[in-house]
Nanobody, 120 residues
Framework: VQLVESGGGLVQPGGSLRLSCAASGSISDIGSMAWYRQAPGKQRELVAHITTGGNSSYPDSVKGRFTISRDTVKNTVYLQSNSLKPEDTAVYYC???????????????WGQGTQVTVSS
């Protein structure tokens, strides 16, 4: 099982980016999914979370600007980020709780990260 992110890059302040994260491999079920980010010299922080039922939550720092969604058929989670600020610059990581095929316990999986840089 692996998570592969895409969609990062350089964007000007006020711009938008859409990140994608696809889960692949032998998968029986996917539980909650989330996006985290880590800026240089800072701890990794949660920026968006979505349950299996589609309920989402965000910290105040991104609420109203970021939207998380998921496609259960494609095993993919998205992060639409609008009105980007320089302080949103970080490596963004995808996270998912997955039941691998043939296993009885869910495991935590992380993507490799994708760089988002907000700068003029």
């Amino acid at each position: 099982v692996q998570l592969v992110e895409s969609g990062g890059g350089l964007v000007q302040p006020g711009g938008s980016l859409r990140l994608s994260c696809a889960a692949s491999g032998s998968i029986s079920d996917i539980g909650s999914m989330a996006w985290y980010r880590q800026a240089p010299g800072k701890q990794r922080e949660l920026v968006a979370h979505i349950t299996t039922g589609g309920n989402s939550s965000y910290p105040d720092s991104v609420k109203g600007r970021f939207t998380i969604s998921r496609d259960t058929v494609k095993n993919t989670v998205y992060l639409q980020s609008n009105s980007l600020k320089p302080e949103d610059t970080a490596v963004y990581y995808c996270y998912a709780v997955i039941l691998p095929g043939g296993r009885s316990m869910y495991r935590n999986y992380w993507g490799q990260g994708t760089q988002v840089t907000v700068s003029s």
